[in-house]
């Protein structure tokens, strides 16, 4: 194994550890699991395909040095956003799509940034990865961000019911996961 992919699985493995941890903390809520359910099975069916057939077995062993410094740049910095935004949002963290119990609609820190902080963190990690490792990484890129897309176009919903007028208002300053462009 290279030392740059020592680097970022270690990297990936401290954040999902640490995701794990903090969730313990988050307050009580519920989630609609029958149609959420349903579309994670199938991208883990579609992850676990693509794995079996070898898509994410190696790197690029030709990777070029300042490829392998961007993406770990990119990864540094999305999985540290990801991190501010989770910290930042604190007990109201909850899994993709699921409602809190006394849910409080947070505006500022990185939520000032775009409306959906963790899925933009997470995303410019896996995008990193792709840059530091091999392209196909972007295969699984595109797979989180058309979940994240959907996720986030359900939690808005939801968000909308319970903050009728604070929501709109902040849907209308802020880009939903890339600043000042989407």
Same mark, same amino acid.
């Given at each position: 194994?290279?030392?740059?992919?020592?680097?970022?699985?270690?990297?990936?493995?401290?954040?999902?550890?640490?995701?794990?941890?903090?969730?313990?903390?988050?307050?009580?809520?519920?989630?609609?699991?029958?149609?959420?359910?349903?579309?994670?099975?199938?991208?883990?069916?579609?992850?676990?395909?693509?794995?079996?057939?070898?898509?994410?077995?190696? %790197?690029?062993?030709?990777?070029?040095? !300042?490829?392998?410094? @961007?993406?770990? #740049? *990119?990864?540094? $910095?999305?999985?540290?956003? &990801?991190?501010?935004?989770?910290?930042?949002?604190?007990?109201?963290?909850?899994?993709?799509?699921?409602?809190?119990?006394?849910?409080?609609?947070?505006?500022?820190?990185?939520?000032?940034?775009?409306?959906?902080?963790?899925?933009?963190?997470?995303?410019?990690?896996?995008? %990193?990865?792709?840059?530091?490792?091999? !392209?196909?990484?972007? @295969?699984?890129? #595109? *797979?989180?961000? $058309?979940?994240?897309?959907? &996720?986030?176009?359900?939690?808005?919903?939801?968000?909308?019911?319970?903050?009728?007028?604070?929501?709109?208002?902040?849907?209308?300053?802020?880009?939903?996961?890339?600043?000042?462009?989407?």
């Amino acid at each position: 194994m290279r030392v740059v992919e020592s680097v970022l699985l270690g990297a990936w493995a401290a954040f999902w550890i640490y995701w794990l941890v903090a969730a313990a903390r988050a307050k009580r809520g519920r989630i609609a699991w029958s149609r959420e359910l349903r579309l994670r099975v199938a991208l883990a069916v579609v992850v676990l395909l693509l794995l079996r057939v070898g898509v994410f077995r190696h %790197g690029d062993p030709h990777t070029r040095p !300042w490829r392998e410094a @961007v993406g770990l #740049v *990119l990864v540094a $910095a999305g999985l540290g956003f &990801a991190v501010w935004a989770r910290r930042h949002i604190g007990r109201n963290w909850g899994a993709p799509m699921s409602q809190k119990d006394d849910p409080e609609l947070v505006t500022s820190g990185p939520y000032g940034l775009v409306r959906h902080p963790i899925y933009t963190g997470i995303l410019t990690g896996l995008v %990193g990865t792709a840059v530091a490792l091999s !392209w196909t990484w972007l @295969v699984v890129a #595109v *797979l989180a961000g $058309a979940y994240f897309v959907y &996720a986030a176009t359900v939690e808005e919903r939801n968000m909308t019911e319970r903050f009728p007028d604070a929501y709109p208002a902040y849907r209308a300053r802020t880009k939903m996961l890339v600043p000042f462009v989407f």
